[in-house]
């Protein structure tokens, strides 16, 4: 049994497990990979943590260790065990037959929740193919029915091996397929993009920590109902609005993008690019960080990071610092508008709350005045207000 094939509508009771390797911002309270795990309908109900230089071949975590987690998964009651790195397809056959139950890793969680969360046709393709790019390295696990074809003693290959094979070309096939598919949105995305383009639109996407208020600050700027939760990615699906800056005598066009993560799967990113495609060609970035989280610089860096992977590392950020509202007193900013050092350069930054409105009408004449900037020239008649939310002709959402 993995995570999508919990039948029960009850969140199945979890074990968390966290390896710590030396690394720099380890998670000891196995908080986010408890939020994750919440996120997609499990039930934490203990977590375990170890240290060790390295992960052992066999059972990551050695036997000794192996044998502690199979005692406080009896003693919880817990069905799954859960780990906070990724775990090679030998690791997770040989812990699940060590446990005796079954065993996932942070990388198919994520993938879990994003088939879960996506609604849009691109979204699910996308999804789909980092997906079936994962299992394609797990036939040696998922397909465990295989081994009673095997050859007798001595032998190799056989029955089973040429089932694994079948297998794998039907996996292969469809990952072939879903990417066909893939560059014909990708192509729709890029058509839109050039109708807006046309229109001398600039174009300010939202990027940042998955439960930075991305979505709420999107609804609270275009007066939009994206959908927004207090939860990780609660939100996949690029959605585009125009956002009239008065200041500026014009709009811009406004898109929320999916959230980051730390670890986010390597296939993810890949399969995402399209989406996150809005992220490298936009003219602006606002980069919402989570302030009352006091990891917020670790979790900057993960936004960075991804944002080098898809090539939108040179694209203009405002930092747009949220949850004003949630600040301890003693953390309260001397005031709402500065420069903060990211990389060695002073990029402008804007405390603010999306959640009371403190500080948006700050954010709001930043961006006239980036805007008034980058396109002095053109200045607009104000746009209906009506037309402030609706969305661009075609896009997918």
Not at 224 to 242: E, H, P
Not at 246 to 275: C, K, N
Not at 330 to 338: A, F, G, N, S, V
Request: proline share 5%; glycine share 8%.
């Amino acid at each position: 049994m993995t995570l999508s094939e919990t039948s029960s509508n009850q969140p199945a009771p979890t074990l968390l497990v966290g390896v710590d390797f030396g690394l720099p911002h380890f998670d000891v309270d196995l908080q986010e990979l408890g939020l994750l795990a919440e996120s997609g309908g499990l039930k934490p109900v203990a977590r375990l943590t170890c240290k060790r230089k390295a992960p052992d071949p066999a059972l990551f975590v050695g036997s000794g260790k192996a044998d502690e987690i199979k005692e406080l998964a009896l003693m919880h009651g817990a069905v799954e065990v859960l780990f906070d790195q990724a775990l090679s397809p030998a690791q997770q056959r040989n812990l699940e037959r060590h446990i005796g139950l079954p065993v996932n890793d942070r990388t198919l969680l994520i993938l879990e929740i994003f088939g879960q969360r996506a609604r849009s046709h691109e979204g699910k393709l996308q999804v789909e193919l980092a997906r079936q790019q994962y299992l394609s390295t797990r036939l040696v696990r998922r397909w465990s029915h295989l081994e009673r074809q095997s050859g007798g003693i001595g032998m190799r290959g056989g029955p089973g091996e040429t089932q694994i094979e079948l297998d794998r070309r039907m996996i292969n096939d469809s990952i072939k397929r879903i990417k066909e598919r893939l560059v014909k949105v990708k192509k729709q995305r890029n058509t839109q993009r050039r109708q807006r383009e046309r229109r001398d639109t600039f174009n300010i996407s939202l990027v940042g920590y998955t439960n930075a208020g991305k979505s709420t600050l999107f609804n609270a700027l275009v007066k939009a109902r994206a959908y927004a939760a207090d939860q990780l990615f609660a939100t996949l699906d690029t959605t585009t609005r125009q956002l009239y800056l008065g200041e500026a005598g014009r709009s811009v066009s406004l898109s929320d993008t999916v959230g980051f993560i730390r670890d986010l799967p390597h296939g993810l990113v890949e399969a995402f690019q399209a989406t996150l495609q809005e992220a490298t060609e936009a003219d602006l970035l606002l980069h919402v960080v989570d302030a009352a989280n006091p990891d917020f610089p670790e979790q900057m860096a993960e936004v960075q990071k991804v944002l080098a992977e898809i090539g939108a590392d040179t694209v203009p950020q405002l930092l747009v610092f949220n949850k004003l509202d949630a600040l301890a007193p003693e953390r309260y900013p001397l005031q709402l508008q500065d420069q903060y050092e990211q990389d060695g350069v002073a990029v402008p930054r804007v405390f603010l709350s999306a959640k009371s409105g403190k500080g948006l009408d700050l954010l709001r004449s930043a961006l006239s005045d980036i805007v008034k900037a980058a396109l002095p020239s053109v200045v607009q008649e104000p746009a209906d207000p009506r037309d402030m939310t609706r969305e661009y002709p075609g896009d997918l959402h």
